[in-house]
């Protein structure tokens, strides 16, 4: 302790702040001021660069949802006919009618063009048409009719052709699914639609011939290739 004239004072402060001037002290507070308006410009900045780089990629995963999309395709109907069935030789065809929703034609499905479709049996690909031209109204719903899909023992594999035969002999019933090429607007290239599998019946006393639907009519998915 210090002593002045017989009495104990304080002893002087030791610190670095209370050495500094006060011209000293207000540099201190303008430089901590300065340093505290950069850390919240920069945060700013930062901020910004986050949210533009977020709304960046929504935009990009928004647009690649678009391009990825394409409006469901339903097939009303679909008939299945026996031209020939013998032992040793076997030749079917399929006729489809495909209802286009009204906001595919024009924007998405060029509104002249050609379609194909082509049948599925327990998965495998065992006909496809010829290329069907069409022509469309933009924004309306509209109905295309397919040219008879023909297919015979020549065209498909063997294994397939019995397991056909079997089944148009012994089931009263039979189960294809269907692939559409419809031309792609946005891209210029095509437009690939995989349907539901559906079974089709045959008509009362007849195996020559199947038309109804057992259940809903088959929806055609847009798959992005």
Known sequence: MDYENGEIIAPKSTTLWDRLTPRQKGNVFTCVFVFLIAIGFA??????????????????????????????????????????????????????????????????????????????????????????SYNLIPNWPQLLNTSSVIASEGDMDSVVVKDIMDDIKERRDMRFGSRLLLPDCRSGRKMNYTCDETAVRFEPGSQRKATAFENAAPICHYIHT
């Open 43 to 132: 945060a700013v900045i930062v901020y910004v660069c986050f949210a533009s780089a977020r709304e960046t990629r929504e935009k990009r995963r928004e647009e690649q949802r678009i391009a990825n999309y394409a409006p469901d395709i339903i097939i009303p109907s679909m008939d299945f006919t026996v031209l020939n069935l013998t032992e040793s030789s076997l030749s079917v065809k399929w006729d489809l009618v495909i209802r286009l929703p009204s906001d595919l034609p024009g924007y998405y499905m060029c509104l002249k063009g050609d379609l194909q479709t082509f049948i599925l049996y327990k998965g495998v690909t065992i006909a496809n048409s010829s290329l069907d």
